[in-house]
């Protein structure tokens, strides 16, 4: 791989890395997505990614790794970009006043997140636990508890509500009511705009066509494009169709729950099951069938099910929590929810764990990426 071919992979693959995807098409494909609703999000994503991979540049990871083997493929595959990708957009496009001071914070944010990612891949790695997005949690919740000392930076007001909130339910103005959300009152339609606008949420983007162009980002995943990206991580459409059944089993359960109104129309307790559902069948645990050359079990559908519905009580829980600081609850129920469900899947012998079939690099690769940088599945590792 020349750097030119390194350079393009590791800023595209750590936008496509929020979603645990390793494939600068699909990093092509979510920076199309996000400028659907916001080219300041697209660019930010692509300046996180750039920031993320720099610090791993500059701490001594070669961009042109060696061979398959090296640790330096962590760099290569966006492992220490993605968490800086949501960093920036959330300080440059999403909580923070647009401006010089909300660019300036984002830079620097995603600079510090890609050392945090580094610093908490060696700390989970104890317990035998990936990072996910946790670095990006902290930095974030750090750098918006820091602004409320800074007076030079503003948090951001509420948005107008964008037009697609109308067009939800069947009464455009019970929007705004203050009961409990029922089934009964959306359109065919508006419920699934719903379900594609919480997809789009985990990059805060509240746009059912950013979402629908996310799916087919993680439909196409399973496309190789070696040496460009990763091999078939996921059997054909298996990636697209488990995020929007994590999307709508998380946002039934909230409608169950009566969670707030607004928090449920506006996408907020779906994009956790998101992610939940990708990081708990497929990416750490195994699929819902064995297919070569994927471990699986029909009892990992029952977790996953399980896992994205007790992502809404982790939500409801953690925003108990951050609302008392007027913090955003960010991806933090996702990586409670997936690290229980990962440990507690390591005690029951019928739940089918990932395999190391999923690697580009095998076994004996792992074994040399895990002494250097202590990375938990390395290249699939989120």
Known sequence: ????????????????????????????????????NSKRAAAFAVIGSIAGGLVGLALGIELVPASLSSPDNALTYGIFGFNSVLTAIALGDTFFEKGRSATTAAVIGALVTGFITASLIWFTKIFGLPVETSAFVLTTWMFLFAAKKFSGVKLAGPPPAPKQRSTLLKNPQDTEKKEPLRLSEFTAGGFVKLIFTGIAQVFFQENWKTGVLIFIGLTVATIPLNPYGFPVQYPIYFAGITAFIGTLSATLAAIAFKADRSSILIGLYGFNGTLTALAVMGVFLGFLWPINPFNGAP????????????????????????????????????????????????????????????LPIGSSGLLILTSHLGLIATIILH
């Open 1 to 36: 791989m020349d750097p030119i071919s390194g350079t393009i992979n590791f800023i595209l693959n750590g936008v496509a890395q929020v979603f645990f995807m390793g494939s600068p098409l699909v990093g092509i494909i979510f920076v199309v997505a996000l400028s659907i």
């Open 299 to 358: 009892i990992n559908l029952i977790v996953m099910l399980f896992a994205t519905a007790f992502s809404t009580v982790v939500t409801a829980f953690i925003g108990t929590i951050t609302s008392r600081f007027n913090l955003p609850t960010l991806t933090g129920p996702f990586v409670f929810t997936a690290w229980l469900i990962i440990l507690g899947a390591k005690i029951f012998p019928s739940i089918a764990q990932a395999t190391l079939s999923l």
